[in-house]
C-alpha cells in the first residue's frame, strides 16, 4: 500500500501542468457600424495686418488723441496733442525733421504748402519755398487750432504720410499721460486682413497633418478653414501654423470687424481635425490581418477569409469596407 501511495504521490507531482488554452473557444465578434474621427483643440490667435505708417516728432507729454483705433483719417485731421498742441496729418513722402520758418526751402515746405491749401489757408503754389505768404497762411491755421500764433510750424506740428486716406491704429504704447521724447512708432496702417495662427510646442508638430481640417470657434459661431503655411520659430523650436478660410480670405470672413479688435491680438478655441469622423462597418483594429504582399483581410466565424481595406482608425476600432454590419468575424487568440 505504502509503495503505490508513494507511486500514485509521484506521478501526480511529475505531471505537466493542464493548457489553459487547449480548449480555448474562438472569440468573435459581430460587425456593427461605428464612427470614428480625432480632433486636437488648440487656440488660434487673431489680429489686423498692420503696417507702420508715421512716427511722432514732438516733445513732452500725449495730452489728448483724437483718433480710434481703426477710423479713417485724411489730410488735415487732428491725431493727438502733446503738451496740449495738436498734430495733424498730411500727405507727403518727406517726413517731419525740423521746425519751419520763413526762408526755409525744401520738399516739407511743398508739403506743407500741399495741406494749407488743401484747408483753404493758402491759394499759391506749392513751390517749396517758405515765403511771407506761407508765414501769413499758417498763422491763420494756426489760430483756427487755438494755438500761439507765431508763424512757426514745429517739427511735430505735423505728420507726413504716404497714404491718403488710410485707416489707423495708434500704438498701444501711447495713451493720455505718455511721455514722448520724438522719433516713436505712433501710427500703424490697417491693411485689411486678419491674421490667424496656432502655435504648437516641439512635441505637438507631429500629431498635426499640414492638410487639416481647421474650425474656428467664436461664440455659436464655426469660422471653417485650413493650415496653408507652417514655420518654425528659431527662438522657441515652436511651430507656427498659418491660417486661411475654406475658401481663402481671412478665417473670420465678415465677422473680422466685430470679432477682432483692432491693435490687438485675440485667441479663439480652434479644433484641428487629424482624422475625419468617418462612419461605416466597424471592426477591433487587431482583427485586421495582413499578408506579405501588404493586402489586409479578417477571417468570419467560418474559417474563410475576406479581404478589407481599412478607411479610417482611431481609438482601436477601425472603418473598413469588405465586410457588412453583423457578420461575425474571428478575433486573433494570441492573448488571453
Known amino acids: 500500500a505504502l509503495v503505490a501511495l508513494g507511486w500514485w504521490a509521484g506521478r501526480e507531482a511529475m505531471a505537466p501542468p493542464e493548457d489553459p488554452l487547449a480548449d480555448r473557444q474562438p472569440v468573435t465578434f459581430v460587425v456593427a457600424e461605428e464612427t470614428v474621427g480625432r480632433s486636437l483643440n488648440f487656440a488660434a490667435g487673431g489680429e489686423w495686418r498692420l503696417a507702420d505708417l508715421a512716427r511722432n516728432g514732438a516733445s513732452g507729454v500725449v495730452t489728448s488723441i ?21 498734430a495733424v496729418i498730411a500727405s507727403g513722402t518727406t517726413p517731419s525733421f525740423r521746425d519751419m520758418t520763413i ?18 489757408f493758402y491759394a499759391a503754389d506749392a513751390d517749396g519755398v517758405f515765403d511771407a505768404g506761407v508765414r501769413n497762411a499758417v498763422r491763420e491755421w494756426q489760430d483756427s487750432l487755438g494755438i500761439p500764433v507765431d508763424g512757426v510750424v514745429r517739427r511735430g506740428d505735423v505728420v507726413f504720410v504716404d497714404t491718403l486716406p488710410v485707416r489707423v491704429v495708434v ?14 512708432m505712433i501710427l500703424r496702417r490697417v491693411l485689411g486682413e486678419v491674421d490667424f495662427t496656432v502655435t504648437l510646442a516641439s512635441g505637438q508638430a507631429n500629431l498635426v497633418p499640414l492638410d487639416a481640417e481647421v474650425r474656428v470657434r467664436y461664440g455659436d459661431t464655426e469660422w471653417p478653414g485650413r493650415i496653408v503655411s507652417a514655420a518654425d ?17 481671412p478665417v473670420c470672413g465678415d465677422d473680422c470687424v466685430e470679432a477682432v479688435p ?5 485667441l479663439f478655441p480652434v479644433e484641428i481635425v487629424v482624422i475625419p469622423e468617418m462612419t461605416g462597418p466597424g471592426i477591433p483594429v487587431a482583427a485586421v ?28 476600432i477601425a472603418i473598413v469596407d469588405g465586410v457588412d454590419v453583423g457578420a461575425e468575424i474571428l478575433l486573433p487568440t494570441t492573448s488571453s
Open 171 to 184: 500704438d498701444p504704447t501711447v495713451t493720455v499721460g505718455t511721455e514722448l521724447i520724438g522719433g516713436e
Open 262 to 266: 483692432l491693435g490687438e491680438r485675440t
Open 66 to 86: 483724437a483718433v480710434e483705433n481703426g477710423s479713417e483719417v485724411d489730410t488735415g485731421d487732428l491725431l493727438y496733442a502733446v503738451n496740449l498742441r495738436p
Open 103 to 120: 526762408g526755409f526751402r525744401g520738399a516739407d515746405v511743398a508739403q506743407l504748402q500741399a495741406l494749407l491749401s488743401h484747408l483753404g
Open 233 to 249: 520659430s528659431p527662438l522657441t523650436g515652436e511651430l507656427i501654423l498659418t491660417l486661411e478660410g475654406s475658401a481663402g480670405g
Open 289 to 316: 490581418l495582413s499578408r506579405p504582399d501588404g493586402s489586409t483581410f479578417v477571417r468570419l466565424a467560418d474559417g474563410s477569409e475576406v479581404a478589407v481595406s481599412v478607411r479610417a482608425a482611431s481609438d482601436g
